[in-house]
């Protein structure tokens, strides 16, 4: 397999720049990179997040500008979050399926501005639309119900594909929601349009500046550890996968991101499908943190993170970092 040094000097290969290029196993570009986006209410509007230095939500014709943008440098997906007004949260969270809601007025200003262009991701999870701040719906408990909760994110997800949404990802981790959109999606002949699941997504601590962003923080009381999972378990991991597979995802997704590399590299060992990773809001703001304090490059910081996922096994990465990142591979 391998020689003995002398004979094997592993240090050759990495003598020179050209070496290592010709050596080099991963690479990231900016078709790897999914670019999360947060959507407010207005015009010509753009509201820093403080929490997310260099993210802000903007209005529907800024979120134009930064599809466009992302075509531009070679992003070919955006995902789109909503900051719902907080006259239109409810316990039910019906905005969620109103036609004219905000995610759907700016699915479809990005579709007629970009067309296929690029790919527009919409989260399925009532989070921003819920004044409780819960992705479900809740029994008198408390407890966020699971079947009744799938039924509204059956709508909420066609509601989406019918605004000219291409790729449907799941955030709730209610179970056989994949299956039951799976079908809506068929029976209203959106055959074409993927889901993306959050398969294994973590009740993590990692997801605060996340919530500042769509305003769901301040509402949330209690966590999310009754449907989210739990940090300690792998292999439970992917069962939340295989089962996802099963019901009709075409890809899957693991959340937060560089915490839980072990889980992206069983999943795609195992299974083999298109796995991507989210490098979360709390990931993002501890890389901007630790650079602003002199601990580290922030361009080299990130560029080494993304590449961790790739050598993991992902497809991709959804990253707020993305057009960062973009720019300094186009150079
Ligand atoms: C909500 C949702 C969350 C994120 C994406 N979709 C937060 C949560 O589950 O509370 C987190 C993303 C991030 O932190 O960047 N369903």
Redesign the pocket.
């Known amino acids: 397999m391998t020689g003995s040094y002398p004979n094997t000097r592993l240090r050759r290969s990495r003598a020179t720049g050209w070496s290592r290029a010709l050596h080099r196993e991963n690479l990231i570009t900016p078709a790897d990179l999914i670019w999360?986006l947060f959507v407010t209410e207005g015009n010509g509007v753009e509201e820093p997040i403080a929490s997310l230095p260099g993210v802000s939500r903007w209005s529907v014709d800024g979120i134009v500008a930064r599809a466009k943008e992302a075509v531009a440098l070679g992003i070919p997906v955006v995902a789109l979050?909503p900051n719902t007004q907080p006259d239109r949260r409810s316990d039910d969270g019906a905005e969620a399926h109103n036609p004219d809601n905000l995610m759907c007025r700016a699915i479809r200003a990005i579709k007629d501005a970009c067309g296929d262009d690029i790919g527009v991701l919409t989260?399925v999870?009532l989070?921003p639309y819920t004044s409780h701040g819960q992705?479900g719906l809740l029994n008198t408990d408390g407890y966020v119900v699971n079947d009744d909760t799938v039924a509204v994110l059956v709508d909420q997800a066609i509601n989406q594909a019918e605004a000219g949404a291409d790729i449907i990802a799941p955030?709730?981790m209610m179970d056989g929601r994949i299956r039951a959109i799976r079908m809506a999606l068929e029976m209203g002949d959106h055959h074409n349009v993927q889901i993306m699941s959050y398969a294994a997504?973590y009740a993590s601590a990692?997801?605060g500046?996340?919530?500042d962003a769509v305003g769901?923080g301040g509402l949330l009381k209690g966590d999310?550890k009754s449907y989210?999972m739990d940090p300690a378990n792998s292999d439970e991991a992917l069962r939340e996968v295989e089962f996802d597979i099963a019901e009709g995802a075409d890809s899957v997704m693991v959340?937060p991101g560089l915490a839980y590399l072990d889980i992206i590299y069983r999943v795609k060992q195992q299974f083999g499908v298109p796995v991507f990773a989210?490098q979360?809001?709390?990931e993002y703001a501890m890389l901007e943190a630790a650079s602003s304090v002199g601990a580290g490059d922030r361009d080299a910081l990130l560029m080494e993170k993304l590449l961790a996922f790739k050598r993991a096994g992902c497809s991709g990465v959804l990253t707020y970092h993305a057009p960062v990142a973009a720019r300094l591979l186009n150079g």
């Open positions: 999360p979050f989260d999870a989070d992705d955030s709730d997504k990692f997801y500046p996340f919530r769901s999310k989210q959340k989210y979360v809001s709390g």
